[in-house]
């Protein structure tokens, strides 16, 4: 869709991509890191400075306790997080159960590690979980559930019922908890994150995955991080060595520096931003015969674009592109089902102009 939507000179509202700008100490720090020398390699579980920090961040703002030295290990993104975790821990022929709708690089891994995802829909508007559903889906190969919160594509914050009621059936069955919380502050109406590894009995079973591309707008900088029981977290910086070396230097030490220096306040305004962005988009989608779910975190929305031409998805979201010159992503990237035609996701990290233009392009559009 990005491809497309260059050639047709659209909008793009489709990748993930967010535009909004890096923080100004951020900036600054990887420059003066490259300046300083930061430019070799690091240690396989990342600098020790950004290490601390982000033990401490995951401190103050999760009520989350790991040892910066020995459970937590900086990755390339949160997709190099789950790609060593997922190494480290399944088999070909496990399953791994995989909330619907899904992140598409989630199933991407399992796929190419030989596990099979076992998806268990979450039922549109709220997104709501059923127990029933969850149980049935569990066999005896399953060894592990991803918990994506808040969810991309759907904007779901899991409840802290909803994951203790998750938590009770994977300490029952014993099985891995990945979670994928790269949104965690971006919550809105009220909504608070809560980290499974904080509920009791879940941390030593619970791998965390986290990236701070979309907290610190740097999407391209490849900066994630696992946190992980002793045990696992060791094995996890192996196979991360093996596969990518490290994160890149300077930018793990630009980080650490943006961590350590920027206030509280900064990341509440995260919220009160994309709040805003989100308004103006579920507004405009509105306004345009696409029926959006309202999301209650992450930069995206779904909205219902089945009124469009086409018998697919594929086809509605190029008929949209056709029509208005926005791009969104069709919902066969994160449906196997039917409901994969109904839906469009649409990213709402953009800059005020190019949202703003978006919305006047999706206003004027005949559906």
Same mark, same amino acid.
């Given at each position: 869709?990005?491809?497309?939507?260059?050639?047709?000179?659209?909008?793009?509202?489709?990748?993930?991509?967010?535009?909004?700008?890096?923080?100004?100490?951020?900036?600054?720090?990887?420059?003066?890191?490259?300046?300083?020398?930061?430019?070799?390699?690091?240690?396989?579980?990342?600098?020790?400075?950004?290490?601390?920090?982000?033990?401490?961040?995951?401190?103050?703002?999760?009520?989350?306790?790991?040892?910066?030295?020995?459970?937590?290990?900086?990755?390339?993104?949160?997709?190099?997080?789950?790609?060593?975790?997922?190494?480290?821990?399944?088999?070909?022929?496990?399953?791994?159960?995989?909330?619907?709708?899904?992140?598409?690089?989630?199933?991407?891994?399992?796929?190419?590690?030989?596990?099979?995802?076992?998806?268990?829909?979450?039922?549109?508007?709220?997104?709501?979980?059923?127990?029933?559903?969850?149980?049935?889906?569990?066999?005896?190969?399953?060894?592990?559930?991803? *918990?994506?919160?808040?969810?991309?594509?759907?904007?779901?914050?899991?409840?802290?019922?909803?994951?203790?009621?998750?938590?009770?059936?994977?300490?029952?069955?014993?099985?891995?908890?990945?979670?994928?919380? *790269?949104?965690?502050?971006?919550?809105?109406?009220?909504?608070?994150?809560?980290?499974?590894?904080?509920?009791?009995?879940?941390?030593?079973?619970?791998?965390?995955?986290?990236?701070?591309?979309?907290?610190?707008?740097?999407?391209?900088?490849?900066?994630?991080?696992?946190?992980?029981?002793?045990?696992?977290?060791?094995?996890?910086?192996?196979?991360?060595?093996?596969?990518?070396?490290?994160?890149?230097?300077?930018?793990?030490?630009?980080?650490?520096?943006?961590?350590?220096?920027?206030?509280?306040?900064?990341?509440?305004?995260?919220?009160?931003?994309?709040?805003?962005?989100?308004?103006?988009?579920?507004?405009?989608?509105?306004?345009?015969?696409?029926?959006?779910?309202?999301?209650?975190?992450?930069?995206?929305?779904?909205?219902?674009?089945?009124?469009?031409?086409?018998?697919?998805?594929?086809?509605?979201?190029?008929?949209?592109?056709?029509?208005?010159?926005?791009?969104?992503?069709?919902?066969?990237?994160?449906?196997?089902?039917?409901?994969?035609?109904?839906?469009?996701?649409?990213?709402?990290?953009?800059?005020?102009?190019?949202?703003?233009?978006?919305?006047?392009?999706?206003?004027?559009?005949?559906?």
């Amino acid at each position: 869709m990005t491809i497309a939507c260059a050639r047709a000179r659209g909008v793009n509202l489709a990748q993930g991509v967010c535009d909004t700008p890096v923080p100004e100490v951020v900036r600054r720090a990887a420059q003066a890191a490259i300046e300083a020398g930061a430019n070799t390699y690091t240690r396989s579980d990342g600098a020790p400075e950004l290490r601390a920090a982000l033990a401490a961040k995951m401190r103050r703002d999760g009520g989350l306790d790991y040892s910066p030295d020995g459970e937590i290990v900086v990755t390339s993104g949160a997709t190099g997080a789950f790609y060593v975790a997922a190494q480290g821990l399944l088999e070909p022929g496990d399953e791994v159960i995989l909330f619907e709708p899904y992140y598409g690089y989630h199933r991407n891994t399992l796929e190419s590690l030989g596990v099979r995802p076992v998806y268990v829909p979450l039922h549109a508007p709220e997104f709501a979980l059923s127990l029933a559903e969850l149980e049935r889906a569990v066999t005896p190969r399953t060894r592990a559930l991803i *918990v994506n919160t808040p969810g991309n594509p759907s904007g779901k914050v899991w409840t802290r019922a909803e994951l203790e009621a998750v938590g009770e059936l994977a300490r029952a069955r014993d099985l891995w908890i990945f979670t994928d919380e *790269v949104y965690e502050h971006f919550v809105f109406d009220g909504a608070k994150h809560v980290s499974p590894a904080s509920l009791p009995g879940l941390r030593d079973r619970t791998i965390t995955m986290n990236a701070l591309s979309k907290t610190f707008a740097i999407t391209g900088w490849r900066i994630g991080w696992l946190a992980a029981p002793r045990a696992l977290a060791e094995p996890f910086a192996h196979l991360h060595d093996l596969v990518y070396v490290c994160a890149p230097a300077p930018l793990q030490h630009a980080c650490a520096a943006g961590l350590e220096k920027l206030d509280p306040e900064y990341y509440a305004a995260i919220g009160a931003e994309y709040r805003r962005k989100r308004d103006e988009l579920c507004e405009a989608l509105d306004d345009a015969g696409l029926t959006p779910i309202r999301p209650r975190g992450s930069y995206f929305a779904l909205a219902d674009i089945s009124k469009l031409p086409g018998a697919s998805g594929d086809e509605r979201a190029m008929a949209l592109l056709e029509r208005a010159r926005v791009a969104c992503v069709p919902g066969t990237a994160f449906w196997e089902g039917d409901e994969a035609h109904r839906w469009g996701r649409f990213c709402f990290g953009k800059t005020d102009e190019d949202l703003a233009e978006a919305c006047r392009r999706l206003r004027n559009m005949q559906v």
